[in-house]
């Protein structure tokens, strides 16, 4: 072994790397992969110095390292030597071991459903006209959202204590939200989570026990459902009417129900005043918790938006789910949730258990963003910007696709439902336009109960009025 040692090593002497962490991770992939066998005895630091032409030194200091890791064993005036039981070559393992090895690592159940699962719709590439649900990063006051950021960044030693939710933006959204979602709550209540869905997940696990029922809308937003369904959930979809969630006698008592009443996710249609007062009635009848999920609820185009479903409930038991990066822009990736005020203790802690935690620099940024009026002032510029990009795509697809689509028109949000004829296949015609670089998504991948209903669910506004023309003259022409 000590004539052989030397040419198990390659050393690069104008390599990036020193020679001594060359040496190092070379002996120690040797011992791991079994050709320095265990309790075989290596070369003196000086023979191997003076067969790898190194200097003395650079040789101890690998061999010290490596016997400070385990792998070598040291004792004075005696040569190092190999420690038992470090090679991972699987060949010089019994066969016990073998078979329970990691040729295989065995998945859960919920693991192993994510590949059959069709959410979310996940485009690697650059976004594209008319991929849904992203703001036009282009229009954001970028400029003052990095002074924003610097001035948080330099007040970080400045903090007193480090509560997980920063109390400034909790009570700079509350003041935003009472007066423009009618939400009735203390700042306290409102916990700042790493995304939306990372909200729905934490009042899913908190609320449902195994085998628990839980409604959704179907069509509906996916990502309640994967939520759900990894709490243990029994799901029931529920299909709508022109007035959004059908709440009607069935067998099960739900313990949880999902809506999206500002825009229904996708119809864009707004639940009224009178369905709202009756969901809330049946689930305090059923003793039911209701997720109000105001996604993209900054953005109405008609008339003042009906209040929120949190402010005009009798008791709590509304849960406001939000998101910044709607309003904002994709990167801003925070949501926050409204609780009830009891529950603000076990959420806290419930936030700490699941990691759902978000960096309190990029909570400051946004409560200096939202307290200095750049805020409400983006969300009234892109409301206007919205509204008429949305106007142009209602134009641009009635006079490319004519009869063959039907557009409902949604009284705001940034996407909108274009139905196809029942016996239309949705999913081809979705990826025959993202081949020719149009994204949309098929109605049929949203539909949770037996349905002929057929489309295409459509974004509008992150894309100007060139590319809203050039996608809905592709849109055409794969239609006819």
């Known amino acids: 072994m000590d004539d052989l040692l030397p040419g198990m090593l390659h050393l690069a002497r104008d390599g990036e790397e020193t020679l001594t962490r060359q040496l190092t991770d070379q002996l120690r992939g040797l011992i791991t992969k079994g050709r320095l066998a265990p309790g075989q005895r290596l070369p003196s630091s000086r023979q191997l110095a003076q067969s790898l032409g190194l200097s003395r030194n650079t040789v101890s200091f690998a061999i ?26 699987r060949r010089k393992s019994s066969p016990r071991n073998s078979r329970a090895g990691s040729e295989r690592i065995n998945l859960s159940a919920w693991a192993s459903s994510l590949q059959r699962s069709v959410w979310p719709p996940i485009h690697k590439e650059r976004p594209r006209p008319f991929q849904p649900g992203l703001a036009d990063e282009r229009e954001f006051p970028h400029d003052e959202w990095s002074r924003c950021l610097r001035r948080a960044a330099r007040n970080a030693p400045l903090r007193r ?102 825009h229904q996710y996708p119809t864009g249609r707004l639940m009224p005043i009178g369905r709202r007062l009756e969901l809330l009635r049946f689930a305090e ?119 063959r689509l039907t557009v409902e028109t949604p009284a705001g949000g940034m996407q909108l439902l274009a139905r196809c004829r029942p016996q239309s296949n949705d999913q081809q015609l979705s990826a025959r336009l993202l081949e020719a670089g149009v994204v949309s998504r098929a109605l049929t991948s949203m539909l949770y109960h037996r349905s002929g209903e057929r489309g295409l669910f459509l974004g509008f506004a992150a894309w100007n009025d060139k590319e809203i023309d050039q996608a809905a003259r592709i849109l055409g022409q794969i239609l006819r």
């Open 285 to 403: 009848a059923a003793g039911a918790c209701i997720i109000e999920d105001d996604y993209d609820g900054e953005f109405h185009y008609e008339a003042r938006p009906v209040a929120a479903l949190q402010g005009l409930a009798a008791s709590p038991r509304v849960f406001y789910l939000g998101t910044f990066s709607k309003a904002t822009y994709a990167d801003i990736r925070i949501g926050y949730i409204v609780v009830p005020e009891a529950l603000i203790d076990i959420f806290e802690l419930a936030q700490r258990h699941m990691g759902s935690l978000t960096p309190i620099t990029m909570q400051d940024a946004l409560a200096e963003f939202i307290s200095a009026g750049a805020y409400l002032g983006h969300i009234r510029k892109m409301t206007r910007l919205y509204k008429g990009r949305r106007d142009r795509m209602l134009q641009a697809l009635a006079a490319e696709a004519g009869d």
């Open 64 to 89: 010290e390292q490596l016997s400070a890791e385990g792998y070598l064993t040291l004792s004075a005036g005696r040569r190092p030597v190999v420690a038992e039981g470090l090679s991972l070559d």
């Open 161 to 262: 204590g480090r509560p997980i939710n920063h109390p400034p933006l909790q009570e700079a959204l509350l003041r935003h939200l009472a007066v423009h979602r009618g939400i009735k709550a203390k700042a306290r209540q409102i916990l700042f989570v790493p995304t939306a869905q990372a909200g729905l997940a934490l009042v899913a696990n908190a609320l449902l026990e195994p085998d628990d029922h839980a409604w959704v809308e179907s069509p509906g937003y996916a990502g309640a459902n994967v939520a759900f369904e990894a709490a243990g959930a029994i799901i029931s979809a529920i299909p709508l009417d022109a007035h959004g969630m059908t709440i009607a006698a069935r067998k099960e008592t739900p313990r949880l129900i999902f809506v999206t009443p500002s």
